[in-house]
């Protein structure tokens, strides 16, 4: 097994989703590859570390959700009462308090997915494996995925524009293969990573994050990640680029 295909399978084979064989090649990988050894073992440290970022409710916030619920299950046990007489202020603290609770459930995986697209733009600068396919021509990296991905990965280049497309490779982000384009603005390196959603539209979100900047959208059904060490108004810039029809 080849040092691509270890950093593919890693999170497969640390949530034990791979076969038996497959488990068997990347450990003998591990064992004789200190760089490959080293990244599982920075792997095992996010995945121990990452019980202790889970967001516990506050005590408050309970209590306060409790209550609402209780005077809710009360109102519900007196006799009908006409619509301009229904308890809509509790159904709203409810309703705010289950909201806030989303929030807090859902921010760390934001958090963590974030965290990933970055450490890959900086293993792809660290382990010398920027791109499987080195190429300015959009019309050769382009078919280049064609095969390797279960969709067509949008592939412009921006040259005119000072962002030139110098090739693409496969990574493996939030769990499944994800196209990586890599642009060049001057001496900085640019990574775009792209994968299909069903969600909808999603407007541009801006991070900063390990000394990075960071934007994530979502535009006709594609989900979009630029991370770089250039300056967020130019990153902006070519985001504009990448999701423009």
């Known amino acids: 097994m080849t040092c691509k295909e270890t950093q593919t399978f890693m999170d497969g084979y640390l949530d034990r989703e791979l076969d038996l064989v497959r488990s068997i090649d990347l450990e003998r990988h591990l064992h004789d590859c200190p760089a490959c050894a080293t990244l599982h073992e920075a792997r095992l440290k996010v995945r121990a570390a990452m019980p202790a970022l889970r967001h516990q409710a506050p005590v408050e916030l309970k209590k306060s ?48 997915l974030e965290r990933e697209v970055v450490d890959s733009h900086i293993r792809s600068l660290m382990a010398n494996h920027l791109m499987d396919v080195p190429s300015t021509d959009q019309h050769t990296v382009k078919p280049w995925f064609a095969g390797k991905l279960d969709f067509s990965p949008p592939v412009r280049d921006f040259s005119a524009d000072g962002f030139r497309l110098t090739g693409g490779r496969l990574d493996y982000l939030d769990r499944h293969p994800v196209a990586a384009l890599v642009y060049q603005r001057n001496q900085h390196i640019i990574n775009v990573f792209e994968w299909p959603v069903p969600a909808s539209n999603r407007s541009f979100h801006t991070h900063a994050q390990q000394g990075y900047n960071v934007i994530e959208t979502v535009r006709n059904g594609v989900e979009y990640w630029l991370v770089s060490d250039l300056n967020s108004i130019e990153l902006q810039q070519l985001a504009d680029r990448v999701v423009a029809n």
């Open 65 to 112: 959700v409790h209550a609402a619920l209780l005077e809710r299950s009360r109102e519900e046990d007196k006799p009908e009462r006409k619509w301009y007489q229904f308890p809509w202020s509790a159904i709203a603290a409810t309703a705010a308090a289950f909201a806030l609770l989303a929030v807090l459930w859902i921010r760390p995986t934001s958090n963590s």
